[in-house]
């Protein structure tokens, strides 16, 4: 892994954890941190925390707002990116997906720690990953699952989503 890219994450940690502003790691990084994949394209950082908090605590890096892809896919309160050092870091506020029945919020809670960086749950990056059509990613995590445990507390949690059929079928949210 390039220095400079695990610089920009703990630069921009280190920034939200001073301001006391809670996040998680998810995404690409999750599975990084779980020793799923070697590679992370950038890294996904989310947090139910107001967004000019998230910028105040960021100040004086740089923060851009920008706008949610996917079709309607991806409905989350707000998305701002951060480029440091030619590495980018992507903030997500409120992260909600919609599923074929409703929005779907998936959980910002950290589930464990890498290297100090408070990692999301492997439970609610599987209904993202499923959610977004990242089959490969899904099959990641639930094999993972299958092998370490799911905690039922978040397995919980994310039944009273709207998860739709697709997730029904996958065992854990039967």
Known sequence: MDQQKIDALFTVASKLKANQIAFSLGGSGLLYALGLTE????????TNANKN???QALF????????????NLFVSGYKLFVEKNGQEVEIIGDFALRSEVDICR???D?????????VGSPEAWLVAYVLMGRDKKAAMLESYLQIHGAN??????LKQQPLGDKLKAIKWFA
């Open 39 to 46: 590679t992370v394209n950038d890294w996904d950082i989310m």
């Open 53 to 55: 908090a998230v910028e």
């Open 60 to 71: 004086p890096i740089k923060t851009f707002e920008t706008g949610q892809t996917g079709d």
């Open 106 to 108: 998936i959980p910002a």
């Open 110 to 118: 950290a589930a464990f720690h890498w290297q100090g960086i408070p």
């Open 152 to 157: 039922p507390a978040m397995l919980e949690r």
